[in-house]
């Protein structure tokens, strides 16, 4: 089920093409989308999306990778910004191979980091190559998070520019 499926008030209209997708979004409706690479291979769903009550911006988005009939998997931290909404195919798309993500700091369902945790973050931050999600400071990509910019559905290659990073 994709984020417009669960639009139930019609309100994720595109009113311009600035962006991946409506300039706003629920974050309940980004609830278990598909999280693919670039090779088309499925990494998993997003299963939580955590917000900076600080700074008012999205920080991580939490993967579920793996497991067999919901048993076992292992969860993940990914920075916001290293998301790329894929309107196109409704899912996100993460610059990851199976076999990275596999090796990426993870943890379990039961047992969660301490996710405020300055050095989880840098850590966090470090294996996926972004920095810390701050109005004015540059992405991996190049783009000035608090700054619009191409997105995939035009062809462009910003990461993780949605709702609430313009």
């Known amino acids: 089920m994709s984020y417009l499926d669960r639009d139930p008030f019609g309100i ?4 311009d093409n600035n962006g991946p997708g409506p300039r706003l979004m629920g974050a309940g409706t980004l609830m278990s989308e598909d999280v ?3 090779q088309d291979e499925d990494l998993g769903d997003i299963k939580e ?3 900076d009550m600080q700074t008012g911006q999205i920080a991580y988005a939490v993967v579920s990778f793996g497991g067999i009939l919901g048993m076992g998997k292992k969860l993940f931290a990914v920075p916001w910004q290293a998301l790329q909404l894929d309107t196109a195919n409704k899912r996100f798309i993460l610059d990851c191979t199976k076999e990275r993500l596999e090796n990426a700091p993870g943890f379990d369902e039961d ?6 945790d300055p050095d989880f973050g840098n850590q966090i931050q470090g294996f996926y ?3 810390q999600n701050l109005s004015g400071h540059m992405t991996s990509t190049g783009s000035t998070m608090g700054q619009s910019t191409n997105s995939l559905q035009s062809g462009g290659s910003d990461r993780g520019n949605i709702a609430g990073n313009r």
């Open 12 to 15: 994720y209209r595109d009113r």
């Open 36 to 38: 693919c690479n670039r």
């Open 49 to 51: 999306i955590m917000l």
């Open 111 to 116: 047992r969660w980091p301490d996710m405020s």
């Open 129 to 131: 190559g972004t920095r």
